[in-house]
């Protein structure tokens, strides 16, 4: 199995929904607040994914490319 990151970035979400890098900061931003994150914690893809709904495989066929 490929070895893919655990943090999502705002360039990621960019790559994943087609929005602006502007948009994958605000809703990174989102996403620590659900979860209750302080601002310097990362947003990790299984937090990314339960937040979004997007299944996990897909996610990772975006951060592996």
């Known amino acids: ?8 970035y705002p360039k990621d ?4 929904t087609g929005k602006s890098e502007r948009y994958g900061r605000m809703l990174l931003n989102k ?3 659900y979860f209750e994150k302080e601002e310097h914690q990362f947003v990790t893809v299984e ?3 339960l937040y979004t709904g997007i299944k996990k495989d897909e996610v ?3 951060l592996a490319a």
């Open 60 to 62: 990772i066929l975006f």
């Open 13 to 16: 979400v960019q790559r994943i």
């Open 47 to 49: 937090e990314f994914c």
């Open 1 to 8: 199995m490929q070895q893919t990151r655990l943090c999502i």
């Open 31 to 33: 996403i620590k607040a």
